[in-house]
């Protein structure tokens, strides 16, 4: 465990937000320049001290510092200190979904339509964004989040949804058991069919079934496969039938179960392929309730 504070190259970390898995994030400033404020991701030992992930971390990174957007976290750069290894990026100021859907749990309160529909297709938006560019560094047609979770998404103060906490590793699902630190369940629980071991090709369609996930979870603030370990989620992410989960969701907010049926479709070929066909349909949806 790193003592805080604590310089790392021209940053001083302040304080620890939390991990991933794969990497474990701290809330700094620049040195001398306490206005400006960055995350820090520091690489986990186990994925620094492994050639192949390490390399699969840096060509991301390398990656998604192209990436420059206003419904994006700006990915900045690296920074090492001695034989650490951590990503900087931009600090947004605002509550993450996760948090946001938490409060409306406590007090039994689902979010209103209008308000859903609308943070959805800033997600959309965002997430377009990713898919748009190729991947220089991996030689990918498409850059992918491959992270998409409550955790990764921030509602700023006014409002505007910005999408963050990119994945480093195409899935956490295949990393050693005992090798990650802290819960990584709540992660698998938004990852696709084909992040799942044995896996398969990713694609844009891979982050539309997470972003569907976590669709569902907004309308009805219960994740879509609630299992309490691993084995159980990843289980239910290959085999679970979601024709009672697709009618519950109906009920709460009629036409979102036909977006969600095109989103999680457990063959890629169906699902949406890009992110603004997916917020087309939303935006028609949020007409019809206007």
């Known amino acids: 465990m790193l003592l805080l504070p604590r310089n790392v190259g021209p940053f001083t970390l302040l304080r620890r937000l939390g991990t991933s898995g794969v990497a474990?994030?701290?809330l700094g400033v620049v040195a001398g320049q306490g206005d400006q404020t960055v995350v820090l991701r520091r690489l986990l030992p186990y994925i620094r001290q492994d050639p192949d992930r390490a390399r699969e971390a840096?060509?991301?990174?390398?990656?998604?510092t192209h990436l420059q957007h206003p419904f994006l976290v700006r990915v900045m750069d690296w920074v090492e200190d001695g034989d650490e290894r951590f990503v900087v990026e931009a600090f947004v100021d605002g509550i993450d979904l996760g948090r946001l859907l938490d409060w409306c749990r406590a007090r039994d309160q689902t979010l209103p339509t209008n308000v859903l529909l609308n943070l959805a297709t800033q997600l959309c938006n965002g997430l377009e964004a990713v898919h748009g560019r190729p991947g220089q560094a991996t030689g990918t047609p498409n850059v992918l989040h491959l992270g998409i979770r409550p955790s990764a998404v921030v509602v700023s103060r006014d409002g505007k949804v910005v999408l963050g906490g990119f994945g480093l590793v195409k899935s956490p699902a295949t990393l050693p058991?005992?090798?990650?630190?802290?819960?990584?369940?709540?992660?698998?629980?938004?990852?696709?069919?084909?992040?799942?071991?044995?896996?398969?090709p990713l694609s844009p369609a891979t982050d539309i079934f997470s972003l569907g996930t976590l669709l569902y979870e907004m309308v009805t603030l219960r994740p879509l496969f609630p299992g309490q370990?691993?084995?159980?989620?990843?289980?239910?992410?290959?085999?679970?039938?979601?024709?009672?989960?697709?009618q519950a969701v109906r009920e709460l907010l009629p036409g979102i179960d036909r977006v969600l049926q095109r989103c999680l479709s457990r063959n890629p070929r169906y699902r949406y392929n890009r992110a603004f066909v997916l917020r087309e349909d939303l935006r028609a949806l949020m007409a019809g309730y206007s």
């Open 177 to 200: 058991h005992g090798g990650l630190t802290g819960s990584t369940t709540a992660r698998l629980r938004y990852l696709a069919p084909e992040q799942a071991p044995p896996g398969g």
């Open 58 to 64: 840096e060509e991301r990174v390398r990656d998604l």
């Open 24 to 26: 474990e994030s701290f």
């Open 229 to 246: 370990t691993d084995d159980i989620v990843l289980e239910s992410l290959r085999e679970a039938d979601l024709a009672e989960p697709l």
